[in-house]
């Protein structure tokens, strides 16, 4: 069932003349998040670690948004629950459905796709492998796509939870299930962990057009300037007379390989091949 498109805005001025956007005819217009599963503002940390040093560049702004407090443990189980409403979050790129439960309880989970409104979905042990479901890895049959996947049981999804975004159930060894995730990499997660059945919604998300800079400062992120036009003391490729090559490789800001070096630290035994 598609229930998105894309929509290309009319070119009212020379801003808008690239510019679009996704339209879900399921999200609900009124967009009223329900007040006990909503915080207050996220602080602004803009890319900063704990001692406030930047460890992500080209962050920072954007417009002050509400946290919903999404449920990634599905911590609801064997109740079933029926999707009131789908609203739309400002900070992911899917929109988020609110789940009824049987006993007045109240949640908001990650949309898959092909739910809509009315739609019963449930957590369990022993619940039917039907989209939107959750279940253990354990109880998941082979080959089913899945989302929101832990990777310590107990711990709440953490793995694909991006617009679009599956990952594979590809075989069960003893007590590890083998899963190719988006990336492409193939790697062992315990059947004790949970998941939820089918592919996450609004996949068409990644080929909308931002269409001008202001936007992207609206979503937080700020410009990026090119290496080759810095000067020498603040980037590698920097200097020269006109446009010049560095000399070597692709370098990074810190003298780091930016092409085909691995960068990865939590380097896991539990990895059976790299992402590509």
Known sequence: MNTTKIVQRKPRNASLRFQSYLYNSLVSKKNDPEKSLLTGCIKKNAGRNAYGRITVRHRGGGADKKYRIIDFKRLERSVSGVVTDIQYDPNRNVPIALVVFSNGAKSYILLPENIIIGSVVVAGINVEALNGNALPLRSIPVGF????????????????????????????????????????EIRLVHLDCWATVGQVANAAFKNISIGKAGRNRHLGIRPSVRGMAMNP??????????RSKSGSHPRSPWGKCAKGTKTRRNSSRFILKRRK
């Open 233 to 242: 003391v603040d980037h590698p490729h920097g200097g020269g007379e006109g």
């Open 145 to 184: 796509q899945v989302h929101n996947l832990e990777l310590k049981p107990g711990f709440g999804g953490v793995l694909v939870r991006s617009a679009g975004a599956s990952a594979q159930l590809v075989a069960k060894e003893n007590e590890h299930a083998i899963m190719k995730l988006p990336s492409g």
